[in-house]
């Protein structure tokens, strides 16, 4: 087993076990009564597929931006330990972002189902939780705490689980975008039925980012799913890049996160001018 699977292993076994704290405090019936009394959700994969309209010469001008709220990362370290999420996610939302996702795996990436909480009640864009999820306990979870969305990573599922938190997401009235790394995983989510799907370009045993893996696994995708393309979008040109291979949508964080001005970081992504005088990056309490 590769150094960065025994990390997706530990990851989420962690966030299993933390789970399980939490549904012996608050068993899974009243967690779904919890969630039965959230706001209504927010269509994260109608706000993320690409439009069908005329596109013009800019072939990624329609391509959705998915900005990410996170304090730390596995492979970086601290990224803004100090951020604001609210400020943050405002930042992103005035650069042009179409979707939020959030943080809330404690561990690893210093995120908090407050983060989402806040983020959610703060911006009308869609929320994504994105943690290590592989029980339906997380799912309803997700949707209590606001989430429109959630990430089922397919490398960290056995197609059974996959399926089942599937079924949940729909039971619980959210989306889920499911995460492939390889063009076995994408037969897998095509299998389970997936329509919101994201192709990571992180190479799970290395580390390191393949420009062209979106492309390779594209053609393994189901044609009517929304399609995400996840890590190593780092300038405007990598977001046309990736709508040339086929994506609805971009799923960017470090980039953003450490960007001085993640509002104009977030709006050069989609090639758009800004509209405010350029400001410093948020931070704890503005």
Same mark, same amino acid.
């Given at each position: 087993?590769?150094?960065?699977?025994?990390?997706?292993? =530990?990851?989420?076994?962690?966030?299993?076990?933390?789970?399980? =704290?939490?549904?012996?405090?608050?068993?899974?019936?009243?967690?779904?009564?919890?969630?039965?009394?959230?706001?209504?959700?927010?269509?994260?994969?109608?706000?993320?597929?690409?439009?069908?309209?005329?596109?013009?010469?800019?072939?990624?001008?329609?391509?959705?931006?998915?900005?990410?709220?996170?304090? =730390?990362?596995?492979?970086?370290?601290?990224?803004?330990?100090?951020?604001?999420?609210?400020?943050?996610?405002?930042?992103?939302?005035?650069?042009?972002?179409?979707?939020?996702?959030?943080?809330?795996?404690?561990?690893?990436?210093?995120?908090?189902?407050?983060?989402?909480?806040?983020?959610?009640?703060?911006?009308?864009?869609?929320?994504?939780?994105?943690?290590?999820?592989?029980?339906?306990?997380?799912?309803?979870?997700?949707?209590?705490?606001?989430?429109?969305?959630?990430?089922?990573?397919?490398?960290?599922?056995?197609?059974?689980?996959?399926?089942?938190?599937?079924?949940?997401?729909?039971?619980?009235?959210?989306?889920?975008?499911?995460?492939?790394?390889?063009?076995?995983?994408?037969?897998?989510?095509?299998?389970?039925?997936?329509?919101?799907?994201?192709?990571?370009?992180?190479?799970?045993?290395?580390?390191?980012?393949?420009?062209?893996?979106?492309?390779?696994?594209?053609?393994?995708?189901?044609?009517?799913?929304?399609?995400?393309?996840?890590?190593?979008?780092?300038?405007?040109?990598?977001?046309?890049?990736?709508?040339?291979?086929?994506?609805?949508?971009?799923?960017?964080?470090?980039?953003?996160?450490?960007?001085?001005?993640?509002?104009?970081?977030?709006?050069?992504?989609?090639? =758009?001018?800004?509209?405010?005088?350029?400001?410093?990056?948020?931070?704890?309490?503005?």
């Amino acid at each position: 087993m590769s150094s960065q699977q025994s990390f997706l292993a =530990r990851a989420s076994a962690g966030a299993r076990l933390a789970a399980e =704290r939490r549904a012996s405090e608050l068993p899974l019936a009243e967690l779904r009564r919890a969630a039965a009394a959230a706001p209504p959700a927010r269509g994260f994969r109608e706000a993320v597929t690409r439009g069908s309209g005329e596109r013009g010469e800019d072939q990624g001008a329609e391509v959705a931006l998915i900005a990410e709220v996170k304090r =730390r990362s596995p492979s970086k370290g601290n990224l803004r330990p100090d951020l604001d999420p609210v400020a943050l996610a405002g930042a992103y939302r005035d650069g042009g972002a179409s979707a939020i996702s959030v943080l809330t795996e404690p561990e690893h990436f210093a995120g908090s189902p407050d983060d989402l909480r806040r983020v959610r009640a703060a911006v009308d864009l869609p929320v994504l939780r994105k943690d290590f999820v592989t029980l339906p306990y997380q799912v309803w979870e997700a949707r209590a705490w606001g989430a429109d969305a959630v990430l089922l990573i397919v490398a960290a599922l056995e197609q059974a689980q996959l399926d089942q938190l599937l079924a949940e997401a729909s039971a619980a009235g959210i989306d889920a975008l499911v995460e492939v790394h390889s063009r076995e995983e994408a037969a897998r989510a095509a299998a389970a039925g997936a329509g919101l799907i994201g192709v990571n370009a992180r190479d799970l045993a290395t580390l390191t980012v393949d420009p062209g893996r979106f492309a390779e696994v594209r053609d393994a995708l189901p044609a009517a799913a929304t399609l995400v393309a996840e890590s190593g979008i780092r300038t405007r040109a990598d977001v046309v890049a990736a709508a040339d291979a086929g994506a609805d949508a971009v799923l960017v964080g470090e980039t953003l996160v450490l960007a001085p001005d993640p509002e104009a970081a977030a709006a050069g992504l989609l090639g =758009r001018e800004r509209s405010v005088t350029p400001g410093s990056p948020p931070t704890k309490d503005g």
